[in-house]
């Protein structure tokens, strides 16, 4: 159902979710492993978002052995799982679900790190698809994203 590097991905987020002390997998420590692991260069780096999900998250007090799917990284999967079509997941499709959902505090740390138009349209790409930078509205969303970003805000 994955591909090995979208279960390289997924192993990531569990020592994520351990290094935080979390005892849950949650889109936060995916988002964590996604970066970590390349699937967001050029978009958003993983100090960046680090500090994002510590100051939206705060860390436990130690993980036992089991680390259970919260409900939100169960949906992300899959969402990851209908980009995929049938194929094996690969991480691009991780993005996608993740961003997809979008209400996560993964996706909100990293809407405060990267346009996610821009993260959207480079997993889009990866998986042959058309990039939504054919969209007007996202057009307008990724060129406000740039403006923020070169204004210090994103």
Same mark, same amino acid.
């Given at each position: ?12 987020? !569990?020592?994520? $979710?351990?290094?935080? =002390? ?6 936060? &420590? #995916? @988002? *964590?492993? /996604? ?42 999967? !899959?969402?990851? $799982?209908?980009?995929? =079509? ?6 691009? &499709? #991780? @993005? *996608?679900? /993740? ?49 923020? =970003? ?5």
């Amino acid at each position: 159902m994955f591909t090995p590097a979208a279960n390289r991905v997924l192993v990531q987020a !569990e020592q994520e $979710a351990r290094n935080l =002390g979390h005892n849950y997998l949650g889109a936060t &420590h #995916l @988002v *964590l492993a /996604l970066a970590e692991k390349g699937h967001l260069k050029g978009h958003a780096e993983y100090s960046r978002l680090r500090s994002a999900v510590t100051r939206l998250t705060p860390p436990g007090y130690g993980s036992g052995s089991t680390i259970a799917y919260t409900p939100r990284f169960r949906k992300i999967t !899959e969402l990851a $799982a209908q980009e995929a =079509g049938g194929s094996d997941v690969k991480p691009e &499709h #991780l @993005v *996608l679900g /993740l961003v997809n959902h979008g209400t996560s505090v993964g996706a909100q740390a990293l809407r405060e790190t990267a346009s996610l138009t821009a993260v959207k349209d480079s997993a889009l790409q990866a998986t042959g698809r058309a990039p939504l930078a054919l969209d007007p509205q996202a057009r307008i969303e990724s060129k406000i994203d740039r403006i923020l =970003g070169h204004l210090g805000i994103r």
